[in-house]
């Protein structure tokens, strides 16, 4: 069954998925690209015709990883209309992401250090932009009064950070469903920024 | 200098030392034997007359780091009379501790799954402790009423997560003195459960 779904998609993808799979279990040094190339079903060689590291297979699935991120933060601020609504529609939407998608954004999150310096680049430029996401709308609502907070900037960092954890400390047989985890952070946020809903 | 300093030291700590520094830049995996060795300032034969290996090593750095962090909390939470008094002691120094010792501590909390699986269960129950320190504090605020929150458990969790990613962004060149982060923390963990001072 899954041989038969992993055997539709193009290789390329079967190779990422594979990656993704090993980096989260092995982290990226203890991964081999042997390793990968056997979970993907195909030879080393023909990994390396569609990517030509390790290194470079851990960037796209960063790159594809942090632009799902910032896609899916623009989505959640745009089903709001007061600040209120939709810092609550983010963080209930990152932390439901974070729980679901807990393997690949363990990766996303956590394997960073062993880009390249260009290629870390390139991926600290698109996590800066999620950043500015979440910090326009507590922004908005410091303006509209309806949030209050000394220092709005690392306010961001706390809001940002809860929800990226939870990939870490997410287990799938652990008490808590994804949707419990996000409403509940989504309560503790709007706490945090004393809310006026 | 920092010769000098090394050379005062038993020579496990020096390993131990050593061991801290290369896991924090070159992750688990990504360290040699050998790599421990020169920065310990001695050959990879001395290492092992210490440590039988690469993940022993890593387990006496993830004991040690893990019982600081619960003398820490047990200390923190003396410091206070009342339920908020001693959650936010709790959250200022466990927040401090990690952004000063953001290097041992990164390692400490995200170099673990690379420990057996028996060691594993040592420092989960470790973890475990610590969580009940927090847990205890804020069940203690629920009954005197100086807290609220609708499920104490997930709080705990957002409460330890917020502090130990502190080690993961926090930057030495950063735009924040650890006792600015302890003091924003504190704050927001005290909204956060909506507390009577």
Known sequence: MRGDVMARKPASDRVLDAAVSAFSELGFHGTSTREIASRAGMSP????THFSSKEELLFEIARRGNERFLALLHRAAAQGVTPPE????IVYEFALFHARGHIGARVVNYELPALTTEHAQEIKALRR???DVVRSVIEAGLQTGEF???DPSMTCVAVMTMGQDVARWYREDGRWAPEEIAAHYRGLVLRMLDAKL
């Open 129 to 131: 932009q999620m950043v």
């Open 45 to 48: 060689a023909a990994v390396y």
């Open 148 to 150: 209050d907070t000394p």
């Open 86 to 89: 939709r810092l609550a529609s």
